[in-house]
């Protein structure tokens, strides 16, 4: 009988262990989940919002709608939801970034992507609002070369990142020349 308590304390402590082990586990991937849903919404949803925001406090384009424009040129509402769009797939590179650790990794790639999205915000009041072309160039091929930037960057940490980049470049450079256009109209 002794041998067999011995074996049975035995048997309960290691399922004990277990019990711990899975209970740390649990917790662990608890701690992951709200981590993980705290960095989408830091990522994702607030440049979203800024993003909605500048669009639906600036982005009537009286100016932009009143001009006799090229066939290539796009209407407002593919203008703001390319602008979505693209807010929305830089995010979710970054978000990927983000949860292999690479703004921790190389301190450059955080300030590259808030750079961008804000570089993406201002255009949208400065060229459609205000008719400023000229500096909107100016910001768009910033915008560009930060875009290049973040696709590198990114690629280093998260080389799947780099697919939900490149549509944002095609569009910003897209952008660019319809604002290299605007500015002999």
Request: charged fraction near 15%; proline fraction near 4%.
């Amino acid at each position: 009988m002794a041998a067999k308590t011995g074996k049975t304390l035995k048997t309960h402590i290691e399922e004990e262990e277990d019990d711990q082990d899975t209970t740390k586990k649990t917790k662990l991937k608890t701690y992951n989940f709200w981590s993980t849903l705290s960095s989408f919404f830091a990522v994702t949803v607030f440049p979203l919002f800024l993003t909605l925001t500048i669009i639906y406090l600036f982005g009537s384009g009286r100016k932009y709608r009143a001009l006799a424009k090229p066939f290539w040129f796009p209407p407002l509402t593919v203008i703001h939801l390319a602008s979505v769009g693209s807010t929305l797939l830089i995010s979710r590179a970054a978000w990927l970034v983000w949860t292999s650790g690479g703004f921790d990794i190389d301190s450059d790639a955080l300030p590259l992507y808030i750079a961008q999205i804000f570089l993406s915000i201002v255009w949208d009041p400065l060229v459609l609002r205000i008719g400023a072309a000229w500096l909107g160039f100016l910001f768009c091929l910033v915008n560009l070369g930060t875009l290049c930037a973040c696709y590198w960057m990114f690629g280093k940490v998260n080389p799947s990142s780099k697919v939900f980049v490149k549509p944002c470049l095609a569009w910003v450079a897209y952008l660019t020349l319809v604002t290299f256009q605007l500015m002999w109209l």
